[in-house]
């Protein structure tokens, strides 16, 4: 904990002074204008691969970057979504996963799961992102199958996204974009889902 107040000090001595001005106008309203879901992992700082600030990104966490279909019990996520949509009309939203996802692991072994009835069930969610394996991704080495698996699992939740007949329609009155990003943790760099090639391809050419 330490750490954490030691941080908090700091920020109080140097970093918001700095942006004081904008931290004034932060204290009346957000506006963001981008949702991103990601991963709840601690290598994942959105505002720091991204550069954003205070402001920009609202940011709904869970493992594995779920979206529950529509149907499903309402939740924390389904809640998050429909306020940044519908009240806070945010003009994108992306779904990011990442490379070494601990619950795309779990989801190659489910067995390293026994006890954990709460990330078990959670892992539901993602069990769809093998039907779109290709043979040859099912049959390939490790690290390609999480691969595959991760960028599948964007994938489903962008669909599961679609479940929902708000997101459909406001995509439909081009009030919304969604988005399919994948993040390496070594290299810094995002690919994005490309809907015409099909695939995930790197987003900064
Ligand atoms: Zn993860």
Known sequence: MKSLIEGHKQFL??????????????????QPEYLFITCADSRIVPDLILQTQPGDLFICRNIGNVIPRAGEPAGGVSGTIEYAVQVL??????????????VIR?????????????????L???????GHLEEVERNA?????????THANILVQLENLRSHAYIEKAIAEGR?????????????????????ERKFVPLIV
């Open 13 to 30: 001595s140097t970093a918001f002074p700095a942006r004081r001005s904008q931290f004034h106008l932060l204290a009346e309203g957000q």
């Open 89 to 102: 009309r945010v003009r994108h939203l992306i779904v990011c996963g990442h490379s070494d996802c601990g």
């Open 106 to 122: 779990a989801l190659m072994n489910p067995d390293s799961l026994s006890g954990l009835e709460s990330v078990r069930g959670w």
């Open 124 to 130: 539901k969610h993602v069990e769809p992102a093998w």
């Open 141 to 149: 080495g490790e690290l390609t199958r999480h691969t595959a698996l």
């Open 176 to 196: 919304l974009q969604i988005h399919g990003w994948f993040y390496d943790i070594l290299s810094g760099r995002i690919e994005a889902y490309d809907e015409i």
